[in-house]
């Protein structure tokens, strides 16, 4: 099983310009979770999902959307990048179990937003 | 809602000697507290994690330990040895989700050899 991998892995930008990460798992996990971790501030949750077809916002939505048409992607968008959105994004997905399951992390994509 | 705050930010050791990392949460109905451990360009991944009615946990020279009375965890890491040497989170899930994670802002542990 490769678990959660991430595309792409490094990406750069210019203000203004759109992109999509793309996350993918293959543990048939029914949760997946988009966090973004910047130097001295942990990881810090976006947007997450509990199952196809549902999203629901984290502690910092603003800029970004996501979508999850297939219960092992989840779609992370950026519609119009801006120098605070660079940062390092890590996909994760989890399996409810008895409801405080471990979160298999992705490898990560470092953005920047020039 | 949950806030999670980590102390200290780095933890410099010597090797064999142990090293303590704290958190403290605000949410008093928080049930879950993971530790995750994360190397230099990795991803992060879990280490340990205790539940709420456990006081203690180990796992051959890591231990977590609770007190839901002050609302503080923390990580022990006995014998240090160098490959140790990263960057730790503690988490803790909010009171609206048992699945959601609030993250601390993490500990660098540098293990002198």
């Known amino acids: 099983n490769a678990g959660v991998t991430q595309t792409p892995k490094f990406r750069v930008l210019k203000t203004g310009q759109s992109m999509t990460l793309l996350c993918a798992q293959d543990?048939?996990?029914?949760?997946m979770y988009w966090y973004r971790q910047d130097p001295g501030m942990g990881l810090r949750l976006i947007h997450y999902?509990?199952?196809?077809?549902?999203?629901a916002k984290g502690e910092v939505p603003d800029g970004y959307n996501v979508s999850r048409l297939k219960k092992q992607n989840f779609l992370l968008g950026l519609e119009s990048a801006a120098p605070s959105q660079t940062s390092v994004y890590f996909c994760?997905?989890?399996?409810?179990?008895?409801?405080?399951?471990?979160?298999?992390f992705g490898p990560g994509t470092r953005l920047t937003v020039l | 809602g949950e806030n999670v705050e980590q102390h200290p930010s780095t933890l410099s050791v010597q090797e064999g000697d142990s090293a303590v990392i704290k958190c403290t949460y605000s949410?008093?109905?928080?049930?879950?507290f993971p530790w995750y451990k994360q190397e230099l360009g990795k991803r992060p991944q879990l280490i340990i994690d205790?539940?709420?009615?456990?006081g203690e946990k180990k796992d051959q020279r890591i231990a977590v330990t609770l007190n839901k009375t002050a609302k503080h965890f923390s990580l022990h890491i006995t014998e240090t040895q160098p490959e140790d040497s990263a960057v730790y989170f503690c988490a803790a899930t909010p009171m609206d989700s048992s699945y959601k994670l609030i993250f601390g802002s993490g500990t660098r542990l540098l293990v002198r050899p």
């Open positions: 994760a997905s989890s399996s409810p179990g008895q409801g405080y399951d471990e979160q298999f």
């Open positions: 999902s509990v199952g196809e077809g549902t999203t």
């Open positions: 543990m048939n996990h029914e949760y």
């Open positions: 949410d008093s109905a928080s049930n879950y």
């Open positions: 205790i539940r709420s009615n456990v």
